[in-house]
């Protein structure tokens, strides 16, 4: 397919491919997939990753783990890996590890010898689609950059409080109620709106709404971001699907 963006091209207009920097993904349908494919990115740059979370997330199974009380107590040697992922604790009740609060992750962005932070900063339940609850997300303020994920697989189906984590957020934000068909305009309304995908997002970082899941072949214009990029809603809109190859085959730009 022609005009399919480069990887090497997704972050250079911020020169974030630099680093140090956190990056952190929010939203449903595919952060931890998100997360892996931004690290092979940076590691094929020849940058050191440091997967983590400030929530809890399921144990990776492609990277080395470590589990500590205080990142910023371990041996510079860990600073040194290609890819490191490192959590507070293993939660066997659910199955899953726990994080570090946010203030953590910002202060070791400055401590430690690291070039890329790459951060769950939001919970789903497994669902596509969500909207953030009161303590929800849980961004570094140091974020350099704010990846909002949902399921672009959605568009087209109907959702409902069976689908959608936060039913009762996501209709207020979205408008949407049960069994409706979800269309563009609600995920515009999610994106948009203060309490919405990017609440909590640091001032001054960049914003980048993925779809993910989405066919190569949907039919959604670039007219139709075109007003978020204008009022700097986003800074970005990426269309793809991140366990494939490409894994973005579409975005639209400021």
Known sequence: MENIPQADTLFCDLGVFAGPLIISVVGAGGKTSTLFWLAQQFQQAGRRVLLTTTTHMFLPERCPTLLCRDLRQLP???????????????????????????????ALLLEADIDVMLVEADGAHGFALKAPNEHEPCIPYRSSCVIAVT?????????????VHRWPLFSRITGATPGVVLDLTM??????????????APAGGRRVWLLNQISQNENLPD????????????????????????????????
């Open 76 to 106: 510079a040697a860990v600073w040194k890996m290609p890819l490191q992922a490192c959590f507070s604790a293993w939660l066997a009740d659910v199955g899953k590890v726990r994080g570090f609060a946010p203030a953590m992750l910002d």
């Open 151 to 163: 399921g672009g697989q959605m568009l087209g189906q109907k959702v409902g409080p069976e689908n």
């Open 187 to 200: 995920l515009r309304r999610l994106i948009q709106h203060p309490q919405g995908a990017f609440k909590n």
């Open 223 to 254: 007219s139709a971001f075109r007003p978020l990029l204008a009022q700097g809603d986003v800074d970005a809109v990426w269309m793809g699907a991140v366990q494939e190859n490409p894994a973005i085959t579409r975005r639209v730009v400021r």
